[in-house]
């Protein structure tokens, strides 16, 4: 029987409350909770006070605002998942949430959550990295817009500080349509597991030409989630099979996937080269937008 | 802490420790066995109840999450006496051996219908992704999931 230690639990009213009880020492935000939680089952977290931030209705919002795909940090998977307008500009978030964990789990799982939790093999990191996003957060100073690429300082670890809170990822959206694509490939082990690695794609095409492309992996040791000397080679070139080949062979080079009960360093490679190319392939083919007799799985 | 649900209707009020988890709050505190502890580890769906409508693992919530807010667990799923249309799916399809999954696909399967009225199988299949069953292999649970569907259908067009 997993038991947590004990702990003191405060219910949040509102953003401001809840920036005033996590002033306290050795305090957790609790949202979702599915990860929160079971690392406390087990002792690997004892927070002595959690704040529970469920009831923030403002902070689980998911919306289209100017240039901006707005998406609250309490946003749940399945919410972005269902997300019409986030379908509609960014398709590797309906990639990526299909592929998080399970439909149940999905339900109360956070967008923000995944974020903050910064597990190394954690997919929206990859796919947030890929579009170029940018993380909000709010302190009792006020509030400070970090880019995802420079949000995780490290395994479990981001630049949220103690009595800050994120609450709100922003992405880019390309003006116009027809110039942007994305996608996302994940292989894991079995349905609802933990990739043994993934490619985000973000391709924004200037007539057959790559004007930007961004690149995220997850689990495979990539810094930041960047597959950053892929995306630098892409710049400009054609967008077809010989660069995107390329591409994957140089974001298989430079990340550094560890051996593990997944599998051994060089099929995490090979897996980086081959997602590479199926990501930025199904980005490009999708510039147009998603086509319409693409197959839909899933139950909602 | 105070701890105040409505479970299936029912309002309960329990002095629990902020540290409890919602499965072992049912369970013990509220005396409803229906729903079970099964891997801990928020991978077998054994312990899926409603909390606000919306199906979650037990054992992966405190209780004092659920303060306020409205609990819906397998003795819930009756209405008027008689089971819902899902609970006789897995009656008449053999959806279940040992039972230790089956409250948890139940309240899965009401959720997917209720949102889905015509779920293919692929769909089934999808939304019971999160649990594990030792017994059936799934093909059954899948078959009584489809059967509550005809069923439920079948009611709705005033035909049964």
Redesign the interface.
Known sequence: ?????????E?ATSVGNALSLLGRPETRV?AG??SL??M??LRLAQPEV?V?I?GLAELAFIALDGGWLRIGALARHADLLDSAAAEQCFPIFRDAERVV?????R??GTVGGSLCQADPSEDLSAAFAAARATAVIRGQDGERAVPVREFHVGPYETVVGPGELLTEIRVPVAPGPGTTGSAYEKVSRR??DWSVAAVGAVLRLDGTKVAEAGIGLTAVGAERFVAAEAEEYLAGRAADEESFTEAGAIAARHCHPAADQRGPEDFKRHLVAELTVRALRRAAARVQGPRPDEPM???? | ?RVTVTANGTEYVREV???L?LIHFIRDELGLTGSHWGC???NC?AC?VWLDG????SC???A??A?GRALRTVEGLETDGGLDPVQQGFIECHGLQCGFCTSGMLM?ARW?LD??PD?DE???R??I???ICRCTGYENIVRSIRWAADHDRTNADGSA
């Not at chain 1, 964990?101 to 789990?105: H, K, M, Q, R, S």
């Open positions: 029987m997993q038991v947590p230690s004990h702990v003191e639990y219910r609790l909770g599915h939680i079971p406390m089952k959690l529970d469920n964990a399970d439909p149940i789990v339900l109360w349905v609802g799985r899933g139950a909602r | 802490m420790e902020p540290r988890l801990d580890t928020s769906g899926i919306k199906p979650v693992k992966t919530l405190l004092a999450m303060d899965t997917l949102r889905n779920p692929a769909e089934i999808e939304a992704s999160g649990q």
